[in-house]
């Protein structure tokens, strides 16, 4: 199910980025960020290392510790934050399963001497004072640490949903830096954000950056749509907070969210009725699923149902033709994540392939998709703040398959296609 999102070009983005939590393009896109990191490799931009050790190469003159307060990952898989005195070594991983190399990133307190040893590695100065933005999820993580004021330029500034960054692009105070794929490398050396956080694309190379980099504008990658568990996707807010120095509330927030979760999975775990599913829809001769290692069927495992794709052991998304989900979909009580807009109904399915209709789920009206909060703009925030917030798409999922552990609880980012 292709759904609209927001890096520099919205067009690409409906169809390949975000696409991946339910479907679509993950398993493309896991693989063209490799792809960049491998290029970035060989043009010199990151400088891939699997052997070089940080505290023999470290600079061990500073004394005062600047970061008291330090994040620990339990979930997060695809990144590592390590704890010097005045900086802190971020190594984003490659996706690749059997891939050792990392980019690694220097966050260097402001005003301290720059550590030794690592003179090819990106220094990023903390806490940002100014930050480019290529995707909205990147508002989303933003908004989690109350840190929007930092947000000065955007791939495109259409799709959003934040209200506090609509009011600044208002106000003037938020710059396009990108359109059809493309960034405008002029405007954002104009701009000298303190970083650009972007995330790989299937036609683009890493090695695009480097004119950037050249003048002095960080760019770093951020790959939270590698993850396979919903917490895991969601503790990427702990990088964004160890660029802006906000560890002490960050670990505050992701522990509420974390327990929240955990709480409601909970709820699920011992049901005996566990009603079947789909989800997506058929696109352009395929019709994408989630993997039974993605995170999306994790969503699903922790909200009590049965996935007929459970067990398929890969992450990403599995294609298929129409007539391999014909059978479930006739068979499945609930249907999810249907429909591209917010507006979407019954209707539009069903004119879309008429074949929709002979679906139990569309015969009993159980059709719900994840476009309730989707503005005047045609921004959907699930695709701004639902990474940070799994255990609002948890209640959702759980509230529509069994509402009688939620009696009070009101949909958030779902609704029913009527």
């Known amino acids: ?65 600047y970061f008291p307060e330090k994040v620990k990952l339990s979930h997060a898989r695809g990144f590592r934050i390590q704890y010097r005195p005045n900086y802190k070594v971020v ?3 490659s996706p690749f399963e059997k891939s050792t190399d990392t980019a690694r990133y220097i966050l260097l307190q402001r005003g301290t001497p720059r550590p030794k040893g690592y003179a090819d590695r990106q220094i990023i100065e903390i806490p940002l004072r100014t930050m480019v933005g290529m995707s909205s999820l990147h508002i989303g993580l933003l908004s989690f640490l109350s840190a929007e004021d930092v947000l000065i330029g955007l791939g495109d500034l259409k799709y959003v ?50 004119t950037l980099n050249a003048a002095g504008v960080p760019v770093l990658i951020n790959s939270e749509w ?20 906000k560890e002490a509330l960050v670990n505050q927030k992701f522990a509420e969210v974390e327990k929240e979760y ?22 352009k001769d395929a019709w994408y699923v989630p993997n039974g290692d993605s995170y999306m069927a994790q969503f699903f495992r922790d909200a009590g149902t049965t996935y007929h794709w459970d067990k398929v052991k890969a992450t990403g998304s599995l294609p298929l033709n129409f007539e391999a989900v014909y059978p479930i979909g006739l068979k499945a009580d609930y249907w999810l994540n249907v429909g591209i807009s917010g507006r979407d109904t019954k209707k539009d399915i069903l004119d879309k392939d008429s074949r929709y209709g002979d679906f ?6 159980q059709l719900y998709n994840y476009s309730k909060r989707t503005n005047a703009r045609g921004s959907n925030d699930y695709w701004e703040s639902g990474a940070v917030n799994p255990h609002l798409i948890l209640s959702d999922l759980i509230k529509i398959l069994h509402p009688e552990l939620l009696p009070d609880y009101e949909l958030y980012y779902y609704k029913k296609l009527q």
Not at 226 to 237: F, I, K, Q, S
Not at 268 to 280: A, F, R, Y
Not at 360 to 365: D, M, N, R, S, V
């Open 360 to 365: 139990k789920a569309f015969k009993t009206g």
């Open 1 to 65: 199910m292709v759904n609209p999102r927001q890096l520099s070009d919205e067009k690409l983005v409906r169809t390949m980025m975000h696409y991946s939590i339910f479907s679509s393009r993950e398993t493309m896109t896991r693989w063209a960020f490799g792809l960049l990191i491998s290029l970035g490799c060989m043009a010199g931009f990151t400088q891939c290392s699997t052997t070089s050790s940080v505290s023999e190469q470290g600079d061990i003159s500073v004394k005062q510790d």
């Open 91 to 93: 190594d984003i991983l």
């Open 262 to 283: 955990k709480r409601l999975a909970g709820l699920t775990k011992n049901l005996k009725n566990k009603p079947s599913i789909i989800t997506g829809t058929s696109y």
């Open 161 to 210: 949903s934040s209200p506090k960054v609509i009011e600044r692009i208002n106000e003037k105070k938020i710059t396009q830096v990108g359109k059809d794929q493309t960034l405008n490398e002029e405007v954002l050396v104009a701009l000298k954000p303190d970083l650009v956080m972007t995330v790989g694309q299937p036609n683009a190379r890493m090695d695009r950056y480097q």
């Open 226 to 245: 590698v993850e396979n568990t919903p917490l895991g996707r969601a503790e990427w807010v702990k990088l964004m907070a160890a660029l802006l120095n």
